[in-house]
């Protein structure tokens, strides 16, 4: 785990250094206890503190636990997808 974050300044260049040395950087999912991937390009969310890295083996591992997901595919979340579906 590294802080990526230094008050209003996200350090991109940490952030390069860390995946250059074979780690790949993921990212908690708000709400559940799961580690999604931070894609190139991707931007920092304005209340990311901390990310999370790892090795492909240790990746692998946390896979196979549901602790981590490799790849977000495609999806894009639909206006429906934010809305609040708990019963009364």
Not at 41 to 47: A, E, K, L, M, R
Not at 55 to 71: C, F, H
Request: net charge negative.
């Amino acid at each position: 785990m590294f802080e990526i974050r230094t008050g209003e300044k996200v350090n991109d260049r940490l952030r390069n250094t860390v995946e250059d040395q074979g780690y790949r950087s993921f990212r908690l999912l708000p709400g559940l206890p799961l580690l999604v991937p931070l894609t190139d390009g991707t931007p920092v969310d304005d209340f990311e503190l901390n990310l999370f890295a790892a090795k492909p083996s240790t990746a692998s591992g946390l896979i196979e636990r549901g602790m981590l997901v490799q790849d977000m595919g495609a999806w894009r979340a639909k206006p429906s997808d934010r809305e609040f579906s708990g019963s009364s």
